[in-house]
């Protein structure tokens, strides 16, 4: 195994795990953290969630399980190239959209409206909260009982106000400062992973075109040199041809310009990664245009597109249903969540209820979730 460079997470300088652990025998401690997250429920459901298509859309389109395993690919390939710590950068990449409601962000976005009086509904926060709280699974602790730099790197975004309850882990965003640079990578191959695989999956599902894609910079040049050297390409193998060489540019352009930041700033350990201003894992100016370029190309063509958007108004209506039936009337949640709803209740007051709502609404995949809405709306 090749020398982690000075600024990498280190399992000996590590903030370490909230409960104490004995050493695993066989694997380090983040490979430990990946692998509880691998044995997770929260994990296996990601294949019944949304990236972009319903699942029962097509058998060909990203799921948010297999979206994730292609964050951890780039991940690991980047970290790899900057000699970060790869097992850290895999476990964050894999956890990251745990706390993904069902119907990607249309799911979420209605969730956080209802969850509007009591404390609202983030998904990043909500990650975090599956691996803290709500896998139940270990006798000695609640939730995965993950190292500080992993949780960290879960925690990609949190408002100010919820920050401020995260005492050490959300001080970043109140102070300023950054995450260790394996998180600030996996954050970087989310946005590799999902920019391109929305073009492949927005391609094969015929709601864009290669011509309109042209517009793009990105993809344009991409596909010139893949045309020119082949021209007489069928359609699919253009369009990954094109696409391979569109990650494997974005994937070289972070690695030099983040190893120039380095150069640049010179930390010498973690510590001095979190306190700078500035992340240090990017893409070039010139890069970091063409990404948005392709990304508001997305937002235009393909995720305000008729027929995605007939999806996102379905899942509203769906996650708003459920949320005021199971709001209204305790027993139609199953016996566990109705307990905990009602201690919950006790405690806080109908916002302890609500989240354990949202809690139970966000862990559903998208196929449980129409089937529960078609029972409680018979009832
Ligand atoms: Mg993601």
Same mark, same amino acid.
């Given at each position: 195994? @090749?020398?982690?460079?000075?600024?990498?997470?280190?399992?000996?300088?590590?903030?370490?795990?909230?409960?104490?652990?004995?050493?695993?025998?066989?694997?380090?401690?983040?490979?430990?953290?990946?692998?509880?997250?691998?044995?997770?429920?929260?994990?296996?459901?990601l294949?019944?969630k949304t990236q972009v298509?319903?699942?029962?859309?097509?058998?060909?389109?990203r799921t948010r399980l297999t979206h994730s395993i292609e964050v951890a690919?780039?991940?690991?390939?980047?970290?790899?190239?900057?000699?970060?710590?790869?097992?850290?950068?895999?476990?964050?990449?894999?956890?990251h959209d745990?706390?993904h409601?069902?119907?990607?962000?249309?799911?979420? !976005?209605?969730?956080?409206?209802?969850?509007?009086?009591?404390?609202?509904?983030?998904?990043?926060?909500?990650?975090?909260?599956?691996?803290?709280?709500?896998?139940?699974?270990?006798?000695?602790?609640?939730?995965?009982?993950?190292?500080?730099?992993?949780?960290?790197?879960?925690?990609?975004?949190?408002?100010?106000?919820?920050?401020?309850?995260?005492?050490?882990?959300?001080?970043?965003? /109140?102070?300023?400062?950054?995450?260790?640079?394996?998180?600030?990578?996996?954050?970087?191959?989310d946005?590799?992973a999902y920019?391109?695989h929305d073009?492949?999956?927005?391609?094969?599902?015929?709601?864009?075109?290669?011509?309109?894609?042209?517009?793009?910079?990105?993809? &344009?040049? @991409?596909?010139? +040199?893949?045309?020119?050297?082949?021209?007489? /390409?069928?359609?699919?193998?253009?369009?990954?041809?094109?696409?391979?060489?569109?990650?494997?540019?974005?994937? +070289? &352009?972070?690695?030099?310009?983040?190893?120039?930041?380095?150069?640049?700033?010179?930390?010498?350990?973690?510590?001095?990664?979190?306190? /700078?201003?500035?992340?240090?894992? +990017?893409?070039?100016?010139?890069?970091?245009?063409?990404?948005?370029?392709?990304?508001?190309?997305?937002?235009?063509?393909?995720?305000?597109?008729?027929?995605?958007?007939?999806?996102?108004?379905?899942?509203?209506?769906?996650? @708003?249903?459920?949320?005021?039936?199971?709001?209204?009337?305790?027993?139609?949640?199953?016996?566990?969540?109705?307990?905990?709803?009602?201690?919950?209740?006790?405690? +806080?007051?109908?916002?302890?209820?609500?989240?354990?709502?949202? !809690?139970?609404?966000?862990?559903?995949?998208?196929?449980?979730?129409?089937?529960?809405?078609?029972?409680?709306?018979?009832?």
């Open positions: 195994m @090749q020398a982690l460079a000075p600024y990498a997470a280190k399992e000996e300088t590590s903030r370490g795990r909230v409960y104490t652990e004995s050493a695993p025998n066989y694997r380090g401690q983040y490979q430990r953290d990946r692998d509880r997250i691998i044995h997770s429920a929260a994990f296996r459901r294949e019944y298509f319903v699942n029962h859309e097509g058998d060909m389109f690919q780039i991940g690991r390939t980047i970290a790899r190239a900057l000699n970060l710590n790869e097992d850290l950068t895999e476990a964050i990449c894999l956890a745990l706390g409601t069902p119907f990607g962000h249309a799911g979420q !976005d209605r969730l956080n409206m209802c969850m509007k009086d009591y404390g609202g509904f983030e998904h990043n926060l909500q990650s975090l909260r599956v691996v803290e709280v709500l896998e139940e699974k270990y006798a000695e602790f609640p939730g995965l009982n993950l190292m500080y730099e992993t949780r960290e790197g879960i925690l990609k975004h949190c408002s100010r106000s919820k920050a401020a309850e995260l005492g050490e882990l959300g001080r970043r965003f /109140l102070e300023g400062g950054q995450s260790g640079l394996e998180a600030q990578v996996a954050n970087m191959a946005e590799i920019n391109n073009v492949d999956d927005g391609l094969r599902a015929g709601l864009i075109s290669m011509e309109q894609l042209t517009a793009c910079r990105l993809f &344009d040049t @991409q596909h010139r +040199s893949v045309v020119d050297k082949w021209p007489e /390409l069928t359609e699919k193998t253009m369009t990954h041809e094109t696409i391979r060489r569109m990650i494997n540019y974005l994937v +070289s &352009d972070l690695v030099n310009t983040s190893r120039k930041n380095i150069d640049i700033h010179k930390p010498e350990k973690i510590e001095m990664v979190r306190s /700078l201003n500035v992340p240090l894992i +990017s893409f070039s100016d010139e890069v970091h245009e063409l990404q948005v370029e392709l990304k508001r190309f997305l937002s235009v063509n393909l995720y305000q597109h008729g027929r995605v958007k007939q999806m996102t108004d379905q899942a509203k209506e769906i996650i @708003q249903t459920l949320f005021d039936s199971y709001m209204n009337d305790a027993s139609l949640l199953p016996p566990d969540t109705r307990l905990r709803s009602a201690r919950d209740h006790e405690n +806080s007051g109908t916002s302890g209820r609500a989240r354990v709502v949202a !809690d139970y609404i966000a862990g559903m995949t998208d196929r449980f979730a129409i089937a529960e809405y078609e029972r409680v709306k018979k009832i």
